[in-house]
């Protein structure tokens, strides 16, 4: 059986596949695209999503969440914001590998004080968090005029396309 530690890992780089692939479909001149005047830009959110990779891991490597990780200043275009990201979660992923196994029951002190386990941080705060934000870049990606890319299953144009190329070739 996968230790968990592992799977996380899996889990952790596979979604980062999907939110760079998302980023690039971000229409490059929408950066500051914001439906809701309270709200974040699509840049600002696409860039929450770094955020959260480098203060998650951050966090459970230091044992606490005091202090600002190194390199994740938000890019000012759209063009960046994929590779910035890439740039990120390499260097959050390889800060978690480094740990060489992490004690999931352990506790550390949230941002707000409070005790949270190892796990939670890195399933909840982690991947969920990123997961719930994502769903949200993907609306602003259709709201700013774009397609974003189907994620886990195909978008309604790659159905479409799927049925009008197993149509030509039924000869339908």
């Known amino acids: 059986m996968a230790r968990e530690f ?27 695209f914001r439906p809701d005047p309270k709200g974040r830009s699509l840049g600002e959110l696409a860039w929450h999503l770094s955020e959260i990779d480098a203060y998650m891991a951050h ?9 600002r990780p190194q390199g994740i200043e938000r890019p000012r275009t759209v063009a960046e914001l994929a590779p910035g990201f890439e740039t990120v979660h390499r260097a959050a992923s390889d ?11 352990k ?3 949230f941002f707000d004080g409070r005790p949270i386990s190892v796990r ?8 969920h968090h ?5 769903g949200q ?3 602003l990606c259709r709201l700013a005029g774009a397609t974003p890319p189907g994620l886990f299953g195909p978008n309604r144009e790659e159905t479409e396309a799927f049925k009008a190329a197993r149509a030509a070739t039924q000869g339908v």
């Open 137 to 139: 870049l993907v609306l």
């Open 59 to 67: 966090g459970v490597s230091r044992g606490g969440f005091d202090g």
């Open 6 to 32: 592992d799977v996380f890992l899996e889990t952790f780089d596979a979604e980062a596949r999907r939110t760079a692939d998302l980023m690039r479909a971000l229409p490059h001149d929408k950066y500051d």
């Open 107 to 109: 506790t550390i002190p």
């Open 95 to 105: 800060q978690l590998r480094a740990m060489g196994d992490v004690d999931w029951e």
């Open 130 to 134: 990123a997961l719930h934000h994502r």
């Open 120 to 127: 939670r941080i890195l399933w909840d705060a982690t991947i």
